[in-house]
């Protein structure tokens, strides 16, 4: 019987989310499946995938009907939340047994607050407090962006018991704003007389989509130089920043949990979990590159990997795993410098790409909430035509 790569990232320290989760999903037995089978160990959400559930299904439409047939007045973006706070709430009882198995380091199920207040801390302070007590499972993540209006925004959780998947982010910078904000969070809580050891969090590096922005500023380059030796070295970075970036994030990781953090260390002797960092944005966008690069540059102990359905299948057909991570980690500098030297401004390019992120999330936040008033107004004609 040949091994299951899924299952085998586990033993390189590295535990398997599913970056999908919809109605069938929960339902069918398929997420229960995807556990006992591949050994899925989490899982992630994003509007972008709410959007695509319940937009793209009629799975959704029975509670849907009863929220329209209750009466009162109609909110899109109450009724969103209903419609997924669910889903999250049979994932999170679906994934317990895990959590349960792995002592709350994994078996979570994320979800994030609204893309629209990523630019407003307390706002979102309120909300993610509002989604934690509405799920109510210790199972949660509350994915939260790495904003700068997101930063306090951690902290806060994390001092309030509160688990918190940290999204969108890109830049070693960013990271070092995202590490501080959950260790200042843990010391708060321990400072309170408070209990630790119960807290997690994941730092979400997006993976393939630096390489899509990445690439196509060294597609230009290529075009505008008139040196074939220079179009050739600048060819040679093409799918590569990506990786590098997620290695040198990782390098930064091992530094600041290491035994010679005497801050860390503080907290470790009281339990404390390491904000584990997750990769993001895992598949492949460039059919040149193969459909398992991402996952398979990529692993190491005490990281993540969220994929998307199609990369679980194709790892699970023909994944290769080894210990790759921490392999190379002067060539992943290296290429970071030559992509800085091909005249690739890497600071604004990752700046770009989460303000990217926030408007992609924001703007399917929106559709959502259009198809919700528009299938409102729908079966509320309906109904009434039915009562005449």
Not at 50 to 72: H, W
Not at 118 to 128: G, N, P, R, V, Y
Not at 233 to 253: D, F, H, P, Q, W
Request: glycine share 6%; net charge negative; proline share 3%.
């Amino acid at each position: 019987m040949s091994t299951n790569p899924l299952i085998e990232l586990h033993k390189h320290g590295q535990s398997f989310w599913y970056d999908n989760i919809n109605r069938p999903l929960v339902t069918s037995g398929e997420l229960k499946r995807l556990v006992e089978e591949d050994g899925l160990r989490g899982v992630t959400s994003n509007p972008t995938i709410f959007e695509k559930a319940i937009t793209e299904s009629d799975a959704y439409d029975e509670e849907f009907s009863q929220v329209v047939k209750a009466g009162g007045e109609f909110s899109a973006a109450t009724v969103t939340t209903a419609l997924t706070t669910s889903d999250i709430k049979q994932g999170c009882d679906i994934m317990r047994p895990v959590y349960d198995e792995s002592g709350g380091l994994d078996g979570y199920v994320s979800l994030e607050v609204a893309p629209d207040l990523a630019h407003d801390t307390e706002s979102t302070i309120k909300q993610a407090m509002e989604l934690h007590k509405s799920v109510n499972r210790k199972n949660l993540m509350i994915k939260v962006p790495a904003t700068p209006a997101g930063i306090p925004v951690i902290t806060k959780l994390i001092s309030e018991g509160i688990c918190v998947n940290v999204t969108l982010m890109f830049s070693t910078d960013t990271y070092a704003d995202v590490a501080e904000a959950y260790i200042k969070g843990l010391e708060q809580r321990h400072a309170a007389g408070n209990s630790i050891k119960e807290v997690c969090s994941v730092a979400s590096i997006f993976v393939s989509r630096v390489d899509t922005k990445i690439d196509k500023h060294l597609e230009a380059k290529i075009a505008a130089a008139t040196d074939e030796a220079e179009k050739e070295k600048i060819r040679g970075l093409l799918g590569k920043t990506a990786i590098a970036n997620s290695k040198v994030m990782y390098e930064e990781y091992t530094k600041l949990y290491s035994d010679t953090n005497e801050r860390w260390q503080k907290l470790k002797a009281q339990d404390a979990n390491p904000q584990r960092l997750l990769w993001a944005s895992t598949s492949t966008k460039n059919p040149a590159l193969p459909d398992t690069y991402y996952v398979e540059a990529l692993i190491g102990k005490d990281t993540v990997d969220t994929m998307p359905p199609a990369t679980v299948n194709a790892f699970r057909d023909h994944g290769k795993v080894a210990a790759t991570l921490e392999q190379n980690m002067e060539g992943a500098h290296e290429t970071l410098r030559q992509v800085t030297a091909a005249g690739i401004d890497l600071d604004k390019a990752m700046q770009e790409l989460q303000d990217e992120g926030v408007a992609s999330f924001a703007k399917s936040f929106e559709n959502l909430k259009e198809a919700l008033v528009n299938k409102h107004k729908s079966l509320s004609m309906t109904t009434a035509a039915t009562s005449d």
